[in-house]
């Protein structure tokens, strides 16, 4: 499938969020012939929602630049020869990031900061590892990898609305080539951290941005990505494959090779197994509903348009949007969180979770040559863009009328221990 360009969509006129599919032709003037035209992205395969976040990649790069400013209080680096050596391999010199100064973006180091969890365990006893340190792994993370809310305030000839127009798009180029949820969900997260690093990208640069970050997250994620000539022709002739290679080397070392985000996703298929878990089944294998995983997961794609989803953690997210089809003492129980933690965060969604009971949620779709159970992990495309205008008159009727909007029931319960739902996973 042949994609249009993004372009003209970003007009200047404010007024429509989007024009369903009229894209249009973005010239990128982005070239960075210097910067390497590879990258190595670390394909790994699918485990465990809860056991994948085990072993932290972010720690093991760590612990190696930890041994690298350890080389010169060493005993064997006492000679001029060897003080050389580490200056030229310092890691000053190392963070210049390939092709930035070329292209214009601004370089932004960071650090790493260690916050001890404040959050009680739901997890069960793991046979494969102790579920406080799992647990404790989980939320270190979370409060790791925070979004700026302020983001857009960084680019002035940039509007939020392109960024919701991209982020649609770039569901629809997951549905077509199949990627998962969590795909996209790192690629959003890409995307979001590498602008907060920049400043007054223009919007013939952004769906380059976009595209690469979706790129990296897609060899992050998928066993079989798609070939980067795959992205460029979606974008229908706006980005070359040498931009999207260039684009992705530049915002891999912006973001500090931090790409192991716990995503909205992944924290929703941790509280969902949670709510549907036996107490003599392991954490393995997903044993929810596919159907109603789809429904909570459409919440959270059309809240995650929305800049203002920036301003809570990925786990709060996810909680919120669990907790509009269920209730409260279900979420403090999956979670750990408590509802002063949650109820900004609840209310700001409810004229999402209005506009999406208004519409009806979609049916689970299958994909060819995916296999039954999985179906509900792929991400799917939906009219996004016009629910957001549902969403939006929700939002203007409460402020007119100068009410906080009402937190609506949920319909979501946890079966009996000894039934298992139809409709899960094997």
């Not at 929305?306 to 786990?315: Q, T």
């Not at 003492?329 to 979670?335: A, N």
């Not at 009971?357 to 689970?364: P, Y």
């Amino acid at each position: 499938m042949l994609f249009p360009r993004l372009s003209e969509v970003w007009r200047d006129d404010p007024v429509d969020i989007m024009p369903s599919k009229s894209v249009i032709n973005v010239h990128v003037n982005v070239r960075t012939d210097d910067a390497p035209k590879s990258s190595s992205g670390r394909c790994r395969k699918r485990k465990a929602d809860v056991a994948v976040h085990l072993q932290d990649p972010d720690e093991d790069v760590t612990d190696v630049q930890t041994r690298k400013k350890q080389c010169p209080s060493q005993e064997t680096c006492r000679d001029q020869t060897c003080r050389d050596q580490t200056s030229a391999s310092s890691p000053r010199q190392a963070d210049k990031p390939v092709g930035v100064v070329s292209v214009g973006f601004t370089h932004y180091t960071s650090r790493t900061v260690f916050l001890t969890p404040t959050r009680p365990s739901p997890l069960p006893a793991l046979c494969w590892a102790s579920k406080d340190e799992v647990w404790n792994n989980l939320l270190r993370k979370d409060q790791l990898y925070l979004h700026n809310v302020h983001v857009m305030e960084r680019h002035p000839n940039l509007q939020p609305k392109m960024r919701a127009i991209l982020l649609d798009w770039l569901i629809e180029v997951c549905e077509v080539y199949k990627l998962h949820r969590e795909t996209f969900y790192l690629g959003q997260d890409y995307f979001d951290r590498f602008m907060a690093t920049q400043e007054n990208v223009q919007k013939s640069t952004l769906q380059l941005i976009g595209i690469s970050a979706l790129f990296i997250a897609a060899k992050m994620e998928e066993i079989y990505p798609p070939k980067v000539h795959q992205f460029a022709y979606v974008t229908d002739g706006a980005c070359t494959e040498d931009e999207i290679l260039s684009m992705e080397v530049i915002i891999m070392k912006e973001l500090n090779w931090s790409l192991s985000p716990v995503t909205p996703v992944s924290w929703l298929n941790i509280y969902m197994q949670m709510v549907y878990l036996k107490d003599s089944t392991e954490v393995l294998m997903p044993q929810f509903p596919q159907t109603t995983f789809v429904q909570i997961a459409e919440l959270m794609d059309l809240c995650i348009l929305d800049v203002r989803s920036l301003e809570f953690s990925s786990s709060l997210l996810a909680a919120s949007a669990l907790f509009h089809f269920s209730s409260l003492d279900l979420i403090m129980k999956v979670s750990g969180l408590k509802w002063c933690d949650m109820e900004r965060c609840v209310r700001w969604m409810v004229p999402f979770a209005m506009a999406i009971r208004e519409v009806g949620s979609s049916s689970l779709k299958t994909f060819k040559g995916i296999p039954a159970e999985n179906t509900h992990s792929i991400q799917n495309h939906a009219p996004y863009l016009d629910w957001l205008g549902r969403v939006q008159s929700h939002q203007l009727e409460n402020s007119e009328h100068g009410r906080t909007s009402l937190v609506p029931s949920g319909v979501l319960t946890p079966p009996p221990s000894s039934e298992k739902p139809e409709d899960s996973a094997s």
